[in-house]
């Protein structure tokens, strides 16, 4: 089974301000791991994906995030926050060959100008 | 390439009454899944169709359910609505039957409110 934990259901910086959400997992198999970004009335925006390759993983927007197997995490990070980046942003675990996310309970991320 | 769209956005029912959501895939994708969004439950699997057969289920009771068709659409239904139900849910489609890594692509989502 995969479980997903998100530490703060709110973060909050100041534009320009280096951006970090944390994500940590738990997964009885290799695990899958991604990050989404939900903006306002709409659905998921896919950030970023680690799938067994590079542990260091660079997204959209200047998102990247590193998978360390052993802390069982995935945090993202983004060096210099834009006002554009306030969202709630979503840590999701699945397992090889399942098309089953098991998601975070999401961090909301507010920019301060 | 035209994303996932899902019909109607936005929908408002009274309790007891049943509800179809529906999801277009982009085209190509034949894998469908749909999740519900709460803010006390947050994001939850519903169900995985693929090739017109459930794949994967969610924990969700058999007032949930849905279908796929032969064009890769699919359906969710909603039989004797609770003011529960009221969420936001999001459908996604995937391209592969059984991908390296599950890149799904979501809907805009409906959002359903029971009164």
């Known amino acids: 089974a995969q479980s997903v934990t998100q530490l703060g259901s709110h973060v909050s910086v100041s534009e320009g301000a280096l951006v970090l959400l944390r994500c940590n997992y738990s997964?009885?198999?290799?695990?899958?791991l991604f990050w989404y970004v939900q903006y306002p009335n709409q659905g998921l925006q896919l950030l970023l994906k680690y799938t067994s390759a590079a542990t260091l993983v660079k997204g959209i927007n200047g998102f990247e995030a590193e998978f360390k197997k052993s802390e069982t995490s995935f945090h993202l990070t983004k060096p210099s926050a834009h006002m554009s980046d306030a969202a709630e942003y979503f840590c999701?675990?699945?397992?090889?060959?399942?098309?089953?996310?098991?998601f975070g309970q999401g961090t909301r991320l507010t920019i301060n100008p | 390439k035209a994303g996932v769209t899902q019909t109607p956005r936005y929908l408002i029912k009274t309790r007891g009454q049943q509800v179809t959501l529906s999801c277009s895939p982009i085209?190509?994708?034949?894998?469908v899944s749909w999740y519900q969004q709460t803010p006390g439950q947050g994001l939850q699997f519903l169900f995985e169709?693929?090739?017109?057969?459930?794949?994967n289920k969610g924990n969700f009771p058999g007032r949930f359910s849905g279908r796929q068709f032969s064009n890769s659409r699919s359906e969710m239904n909603v039989s004797t609505l609770e003011l529960g139900d009221s969420a936001l849910y999001l459908c996604?489609?995937?391209?592969?039957?059984?991908?390296?890594?599950?890149?799904?692509?979501f809907g805009p989502g409906t959002r359903l409110t029971v009164l």
């Open positions: 999701a675990v699945s397992a090889t060959g399942a098309q089953k996310l098991v």
């Open positions: 169709y693929f090739s017109e057969t459930q794949r």
């Open positions: 996604a489609s995937s391209l592969s039957e059984w991908l390296s890594y599950n890149e799904q692509f």
């Open positions: 085209s190509g994708h034949r894998s």
């Open positions: 997964s009885s198999v290799p695990p899958y």
